[in-house]
């Protein structure tokens, strides 16, 4: 994107920050929020800014993290080997940098700013001007606060631990985030020494040395505290996570959507719907989900990367994972439909119901208790209860192809590969191992006897 100036735009994420407050073997920025790590996040945001390059720079986790967003279009990544500050971090990425160009700077462990902030902040910058995000805060305790003159003009930033104790009473605080040109960057990076409290090259002390050259600083206020929240601790991330989860759940309110409790619903992907859709309790959604119109999510349901047409009910505990749902079906209570399942119009699947890379055609319907996996059902087939496709024999799988019409008796076990003819009828507990004719009962199974003149064991009597 080129600046209202016309000037282009790289933006440099800092994520070389080891994250210990996390306490865990998983680097910080690779922490999940929303089933995402948190500098995912960043590069999603950041790209929708459409930058002419991203750098990350990297340092704890190193290879872990490269490794988990190897395909997130970053553009290069640049490694800081040791951490020695703010300001030494966009060191690193410096020679990746043009002079003609602005950088938007980002943290990686600050995943929720919006694209909109964003722009209005690269729009305040121009060839001469930086902009900084600021935010007004209520407890600014850990942050560098903004130093402004009696104009309201920014004159620098103290870092806390540096700070005064009158200073350390402003309320406006950095965010760290900030739009530089790179010409003035370079000559100011250069500059930065670490005689400060924490030792540290601090990027903060750029602002006093823009307000000395005389480039403007711009300020900005963040429209809301909680999308520059950073994340240090599994306490935070809880927060954010509660903050993304209302967000979203605001957004399909907005939409149209019955949302029965905003705590209580997960969109950790892209979920689109359709009208009069509604959502009970407890309900996840991850990856790439749509829900068509009138279609009605009961309690505690998992949905992932699938697509539910109009009409369907998804009642309570059910989860669905790369499947396909035709419209007017019914599904669960407690059904799992996994990758390849292809539901067609009108099919029941009730309790206890696993289906695998299998279609169901219009009307098929499997009730209870049954597995169907590897196989193309006809339509207005009925699945019986306990009915099993033994589509596994140890090392191969093998496909069922069931004709329209056709029923499968109570606990039957179709061993495939296998295929049963239209309108054919299995018996109740028949183990079928060859083509079932159409049209006719086949029973595979012990024939019952009874024997005349049997006479039960009595017990004998101890001497
Ligand atoms: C920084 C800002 C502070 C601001 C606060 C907002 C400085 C000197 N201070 O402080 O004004 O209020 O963020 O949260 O900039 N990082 C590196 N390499 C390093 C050091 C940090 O990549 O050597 C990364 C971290 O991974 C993190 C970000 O930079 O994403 C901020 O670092 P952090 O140590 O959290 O800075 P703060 O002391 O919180
Ligand atoms: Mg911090």
Redesign the pocket.
């Known amino acids: 994107m080129p600046a209202q100036s016309g000037i282009a735009l790289s933006i440099v994420?800092?994520?070389?920050?080891?994250?210990k407050r996390m306490k865990s073997d998983l680097p910080?920025?690779l922490q999940p929020l929303a089933g995402k790590p948190l500098l995912r996040h960043v590069i999603d945001t950041a790209r929708q800014l459409q930058p002419e390059s991203l750098h990350v720079?990297?340092?704890?986790g190193g290879e872990r993290v490269r490794e988990a967003l190897a395909t997130a279009g970053v553009s290069s990544w640049c490694l800081?080997a040791?951490?020695?500050?703010?300001?030494?971090?966009v060191q690193q990425a410096l020679p990746a940098l043009r002079d003609g160009d602005l950088v938007l700077i980002l943290?990686?462990?600050?995943p929720l700013v919006s694209a909109d902030t964003l722009r209005a902040l690269v729009a305040l910058a121009g060839p001469k001007t930086m902009s900084l995000l600021t935010v007004m805060l209520d407890d600014p305790t850990?942050?560098?606060?903004i130093v402004r003159d009696a104009r309201g003009k920014v004159r620098r930033?103290v870092?806390?631990k540096d700070a005064t104790v009158r200073e350390r009473k402003i309320r406006e605080?950095?965010?760290?985030v900030m739009v530089v040109p790179v010409k003035w960057l370079r000559r100011w990076l250069g500059k930065l020494k670490n005689s400060n409290a924490?030792g540290?090259?601090?990027?903060?002390?750029i602002i006093a040395m823009a307000v000395r050259d005389k480039v403007g600083v711009a300020p900005l206020v963040a429209p809301t505290g909680a999308e520059?929240l950073?994340v240090?601790d599994k306490l935070q991330l809880a927060e954010l996570e509660a903050h993304y989860r209302a967000a979203r759940a605001r957004e399909l309110m907005l939409a149209g959507v019955t949302v029965v409790d905003p705590a209580r619903v997960d969109v950790r992907g892209t979920l689109r719907t359709g009208r009069d859709v509604f959502i009970d309790a407890n309900v996840v959604f991850e990856g790439d989900v749509e829900l068509g119109d009138r279609v009605h999510v009961g309690p505690n349901c998992v949905l992932r990367d699938c697509r539910i047409e109009h009409d369907v009910r998804v009642q309570s505990h059910c989860v669905i994972e790369e499947a396909t749902v035709g419209p007017g079906s019914i599904i669960g209570p407690f059904a799992r439909l996994r990758p390849g399942a292809a539901l067609a119009a009108e099919v029941h699947i009730g309790n206890f119901v696993e289906v695998k890379n299998s279609s169901m055609a219009q009307g098929a319907k499997a009730n209870h208790l049954a597995y169907v996996g590897d196989a193309t059902v006809g339509a207005r087939v009925n699945i019986g209860a306990g009915t099993i496709i033994a589509n596994y024999d140890g090392a191969n799988k093998h496909h069922t192809t069931i004709g329209d019409d056709a029923h499968t008796g109570s606990n039957s076990v179709l061993v495939a590969p296998i295929t049963v003819g239209e309108g054919a009828t299995i018996g109740a507990g028949s183990t079928v191992t060859r083509t079932v004719p159409p049209g006719k009962l086949t029973v595979a199974r012990a024939k019952q006897l009874t024997l005349d003149g049997w006479k039960r064991p009595s017990k004998v009597r101890k001497p």
């Not at 720079?57 to 704890?60: A, L």
């Not at 943290?107 to 600050?110: H, Q, S």
């Not at 850990?142 to 606060?145: A, E, H, T």
Request: proline letters at 0%.
């Open positions: 994420i800092l994520a070389a920050g080891q994250g910080k920025v720079v990297y340092g704890h800081q040791e951490q020695l500050g703010t300001g030494h971090a943290y990686g462990d600050v850990g942050y560098g606060r930033i870092e806390q605080g950095n965010t760290g924490q540290e090259y601090y990027l903060t002390d520059v950073g240090n």
